[in-house]
Protein backbone atom coordinates (compact mmCIF):
# COMPACT_ATOMS: atom_id res chain seq x y z
CA UNK A 1 0.00 0.00 0.00
CA UNK A 2 1.45 3.53 -0.75
CA UNK A 3 -0.15 7.04 0.25
CA UNK A 4 0.54 10.09 -1.68
CA UNK A 5 0.70 12.45 0.93
CA UNK A 6 1.02 15.98 1.79
CA UNK A 7 2.28 16.64 5.36
CA UNK A 8 0.95 19.87 5.62
CA UNK A 9 -2.67 19.00 4.47
CA UNK A 10 -4.97 18.14 7.46
CA UNK A 11 -6.98 15.74 5.50
CA UNK A 12 -3.46 14.36 4.56
CA UNK A 13 -2.23 13.57 7.71
CA UNK A 14 -5.41 12.52 9.23
CA UNK A 15 -4.98 9.51 6.53
CA UNK A 16 -2.13 8.66 7.40
CA UNK A 17 -2.92 8.83 10.99
CA UNK A 18 -5.46 6.36 10.63
CA UNK A 19 -3.13 4.15 8.96
CA UNK A 20 -0.74 4.35 11.77
CA UNK A 21 -3.55 3.66 14.01
CA UNK A 22 -4.50 0.29 11.82
CA UNK A 23 -0.84 -0.54 11.93
CA UNK A 24 -1.42 -0.88 7.98
CA UNK A 25 1.86 -1.50 6.07
CA UNK A 26 2.60 1.30 3.89
CA UNK A 27 5.01 3.64 2.15
CA UNK A 28 4.84 7.06 2.69
CA UNK A 29 5.49 8.86 -0.59
CA UNK A 30 5.38 13.42 -0.52
CA UNK A 31 4.75 13.58 -4.11
CA UNK A 32 5.09 17.17 -3.96
CA UNK A 33 8.95 16.36 -3.70
CA UNK A 34 8.81 12.73 -5.01
CA UNK A 35 6.99 13.64 -7.88
CA UNK A 36 5.07 10.72 -9.63
CA UNK A 37 5.86 10.25 -13.59
CA UNK A 38 3.04 11.05 -16.06
CA UNK A 39 2.55 7.05 -16.59
CA UNK A 40 2.38 6.82 -12.85
CA UNK A 41 -0.04 9.39 -12.64
CA UNK A 42 -2.48 7.70 -15.87
CA UNK A 43 -1.99 4.33 -13.35
CA UNK A 44 -3.29 5.84 -10.60
CA UNK A 45 -6.34 7.54 -12.06
CA UNK A 46 -7.23 4.34 -14.24
CA UNK A 47 -7.47 3.08 -10.68
CA UNK A 48 -9.15 5.93 -9.50
CA UNK A 49 -11.80 5.58 -12.93
CA UNK A 50 -11.32 9.60 -12.72
CA UNK A 51 -9.90 11.73 -15.48
CA UNK A 52 -7.04 14.19 -14.50
CA UNK A 53 -9.63 17.22 -14.62
CA UNK A 54 -11.81 15.30 -12.13
CA UNK A 55 -9.03 15.00 -9.25
CA UNK A 56 -7.29 18.56 -9.60
CA UNK A 57 -7.43 21.01 -7.16
CA UNK A 58 -9.24 24.01 -8.42
CA UNK A 59 -8.46 26.63 -5.76
CA UNK A 60 -4.19 26.21 -6.85
CA UNK A 61 -2.60 29.03 -8.53
CA UNK A 62 -1.24 26.36 -10.98
CA UNK A 63 -5.23 25.08 -12.01
CA UNK A 64 -5.51 25.56 -15.80
CA UNK A 65 -9.18 27.66 -16.65
CA UNK A 66 -8.43 27.37 -20.12
CA UNK A 67 -7.06 23.70 -21.01
CA UNK A 68 -9.12 21.63 -22.87
CA UNK A 69 -10.13 18.15 -21.40
CA UNK A 70 -7.49 16.26 -22.96
CA UNK A 71 -6.24 13.68 -21.04
CA UNK A 72 -2.50 13.60 -21.61
CA UNK A 73 -2.50 17.46 -21.81
CA UNK A 74 -4.03 17.32 -18.04
CA UNK A 75 -1.82 14.72 -16.82
CA UNK A 76 1.49 16.80 -18.28
CA UNK A 77 0.38 19.58 -16.49
CA UNK A 78 -0.01 17.98 -13.37
CA UNK A 79 2.87 16.37 -13.34
CA UNK A 80 4.32 20.03 -14.04
CA UNK A 81 2.60 21.17 -11.07
CA UNK A 82 2.22 18.15 -8.54
CA UNK A 83 -0.07 20.59 -6.14
CA UNK A 84 -2.72 20.30 -8.56
CA UNK A 85 -3.65 16.52 -7.39
CA UNK A 86 -6.18 16.09 -4.76
CA UNK A 87 -4.81 14.42 -1.60
CA UNK A 88 -4.62 11.71 -0.06
CA UNK A 89 -4.61 9.20 -2.45
CA UNK A 90 -3.96 5.68 -0.97
CA UNK A 91 -3.43 3.04 -3.63
CA UNK A 92 -3.13 -0.76 -2.25
CA UNK A 93 -2.96 -3.31 -5.30
CA UNK A 94 -5.35 -3.12 -8.19
CA UNK A 95 -7.51 -0.24 -6.09
CA UNK A 96 -6.67 3.46 -5.53
CA UNK A 97 -9.12 5.65 -3.19
CA UNK A 98 -8.95 9.72 -2.75
CA UNK A 99 -9.42 9.43 1.35
CA UNK A 100 -11.55 13.00 1.92
Do not use: F
Not at 19 to 29: F, H, I, K, P, Q
Not at 32 to 58: F, G, S, Y
Amino acid sequence: MEIWHNPRCSKSRAAKQRLDESNADYTERRYLDDVPTAEELDHVLTLLNKQPWEIARTKEAAYPKDLEHDRAQWIAHMVANPSLIERPIIIDGDTARIER
